[in-house]
């Protein structure tokens, strides 16, 4: 190859690369716009996807993106009479991670805090939470019926998108 090509060559590459880029963001915007349409009402959500903010459970790398979700109109009592709003976090993983993260997911079951968790999967991606990160860890009747219309709507949407 002469080097009158390389430099033509390179321009195309770059370029394809910045347009196969921009179609991940635009997928993965559509993706995010999806799960807050879906949200039951009373339910805000708050994207986190900047690096070294979002805190991942315990033995995970970050993810691509975190979503934490919370419901203020709604709340219950924790058993110390404290009023706690319903909520949860996912992480979101790149698909092709699954394998790697469900064996983290098993090692880790030996802690007892912040310990990652299977939500659910996607074409694009597989979500994980903690039992710490529902409903702030509280696990009772009034807690969960607050918290079960989000994880239906969640898991009702991440099923369309298998």
Known sequence: MNKRMIIPI????LGAIS?????F????SNFISGVKNTLPTGWEMMLIDRKGAMDPSHGLDEPVFRIDFIDRTHRFNDAGGRTVFP????????INQRDAILKIIEKEKIYSWDIP?????????I?????????????????????EPLEKA?????????
């Open 87 to 94: 909520g949860t976090r996912l992480y979101f993983y790149d």
């Open 19 to 23: 347009v196969l880029s921009g179609c």
């Open 127 to 147: 979500i994980v939470t903690s039992p710490l990160y529902i409903n702030g860890g509280h696990f009772s009747a009034d807690a969960m019926a607050l918290y």
């Open 117 to 125: 968790d299977y939500f659910d999967e996607t074409d694009g991606y």
């Open 10 to 13: 390179l321009i195309l590459t």
């Open 154 to 162: 969640l898991k009702d949407y991440f099923n369309l998108h298998r």
């Open 25 to 28: 963001r635009d997928s993965q």
